[in-house]
């Protein structure tokens, strides 16, 4: 290890992170674990956002689920068990604001936001300044995470954009409406999760599902066609999509089967009525620990309110639904990674600047907190004069890093998931007749898990040993 100057390494100067989300949140929490302050900078409830209802930190403002938390058979579930080794914070919260959801890990998201806030606000480390940044960081701020996910200000976007000679990237994102339990009509609608999977604590009944027979079906798919869209305006008409979260009217207008094969799919699922499997099903998804409040699965959309009420209690089940929030849709900016950042997350043409969460590119909860949580490790190994380690490139962690700083296509980058296609290939197996063969399907899911688990360990002992010296 180089000499380090003791008088930086046991008073280090606070790192900066602009943004309070679940990657800001998570980057604060990795530096102060390690002893380094942090000014935490969110600009609201000075300034409002398209999407955010509160100025609590880690608000969640689209789903309230963190996807399959099975961490041997599912990339985000591996991330999930990674993160959760890390010490992170975002899991820490989730795991205790907790709500059924069969096999993924769904939370209370009013909890959730609390349990993040309480802890970073309480954190003697850790000061909180409300207020935007606009433009470029001060020049004193010798190191800086930027972590304002989609909802970056126009003032940094542009500045940023400026910076780099780079025109943004950028796309729509929607929010799912949420239902109050007590307006379901549970005499049509019935409680059960697919395939009857359950969590720890949960009885397989973990959703509420509003059956469609055939007509009512292709009724619905009509009314959402045809019904009143937000209008765009005239610099928002080609930003694209994110796949991973289409519109359901925009599914709709790409085949009439396309939802039922998607998050109106009734596999796996019987009406109890009947005893059969329905033509499709909506699902909803607990969201608080009260269970008074429900999220219609997968229905994020860009129709208009009035809309939207007409069209979603015309579902069986749901005729006196009473909506706590309708569905919405905002705008998304990320950047070009691959192009843009260094290995270690650094914007190439300002170094003092680190980027985290989904204005990296990465999409998705969990995904966008495990970039916060690497951009916290490398600022804090960075404060305090120890080597950059990033984790293995056979971990989710590692993977989702390298993806965005190398391994994507900068000409074509676009916003990605956490998958196993992500990961570097296993190697091929020998047969009992001495032959080699590729593994596949669970088989193949399950080794990359215990490879990726089996390389973590080290890593994280490593960083553990230099903390401690």
Avoid at 32 to 57: C, F, W
Avoid at 220 to 225: G, H, K, P, R
């Amino acid at each position: 290890m180089a000499d380090i100057d003791m008088n930086t390494t046991e008073n280090p100067p606070p790192v900066h992170v602009i943004g309070g989300g679940l990657a800001g949140s998570e980057a604060t929490w990795q530096l102060v674990s390690r002893g380094v302050p942090v000014i935490l900078h969110e600009m609201r409830p000075d300034v409002a956002t398209d999407a955010h209802q509160t100025d609590g930190l880690a608000e969640l403002v689209c789903s309230n689920s963190f996807r399959s938390d099975d961490y041997e058979n599912n990339a985000v579930g591996l991330l999930h068990e990674e993160m959760r080794r890390a010490g992170s914070l975002i899991l820490k919260s989730g795991d205790a604001a907790r709500v059924p959801a069969g096999g993924a890990l769904a939370v209370d998201r009013d909890l959730f936001s609390e349990d993040v806030t309480d802890a970073l606000a309480s954190h003697p480390l850790v000061t909180i300044e409300r207020g935007e940044i606009a433009g470029l960081p001060p020049e004193d701020w010798d190191s800086v995470i930027i972590a304002t996910g989609p909802l970056t200000s126009p003032a940094l976007s542009q500045a940023v954009g400026s910076l780099t000679d780079e025109a943004s990237l950028a796309f729509f994102d929607a929010i799912a409406p949420i239902v109050h339990r007590d307006s379901i009509d549970l005499d049509k609608a019935w409680f059960q999760s697919r395939y009857d999977k359950t969590t720890t604590d949960g009885d397989g009944k973990d959703y509420i599902n509003c059956p469609l027979d055939e007509a009512q079906y292709e009724a619905f798919i009509t009314a959402l066609i045809e019904g009143e869209k937000t209008e765009f305006k005239e610099w928002e008409k080609d930003t694209p999509y994110f796949e991973g979260c289409l519109p359901i009217e925009v599914m709709a207008e790409r085949g009439r089967e396309t939802l039922r094969f998607g998050p109106m799919k009734p596999v796996g699922l019987t009406d109890p009525r009947t005893g059969d499997r329905p033509h499709a099903v909506v699902q909803l998804r607990q969201d608080n620990k009260l269970g008074t409040l429900y999220n219609i699965v997968g229905f994020q959309t860009k129709l208009k309110y009035g809309a939207q009420t007409e069209i979603f209690r015309s579902i069986p089940g749901l005729e006196g639904a009473e909506f706590a929030r309708l569905g919405g849709i905002h705008r998304n900016t990320f950047l070009n990674s691959p192009r843009l950042l260094d290995e270690t997350l650094r914007l190439k043409a300002m170094p003092r600047l680190r980027f985290a969460g989904q204005v990296t590119g990465v999409e998705g909860y969990v995904e966008s907190a495990a970039i916060g949580l690497i951009a916290g490790r490398l600022a804090a190994a960075e404060r305090l004069g120890e080597p950059l380690r990033l984790p293995p490139p056979t971990t989710a962690l590692g993977a989702l890093v390298a993806h965005i700083t190398g391994n994507a296509e900068a000409d074509s980058f676009q916003p990605m998931n956490v998958n196993f296609g992500l990961f570097p290939r296993l190697e091929p197996v020998l047969t009992a007749r001495g032959k080699k063969r590729h593994l596949k399907g669970r088989d193949r899911k399950q080794a990359m898990s215990q490879r990726a688990l089996a390389d973590l360990d080290p890593w994280l002992a490593g960083d553990e040993a230099q903390a401690a010296e």
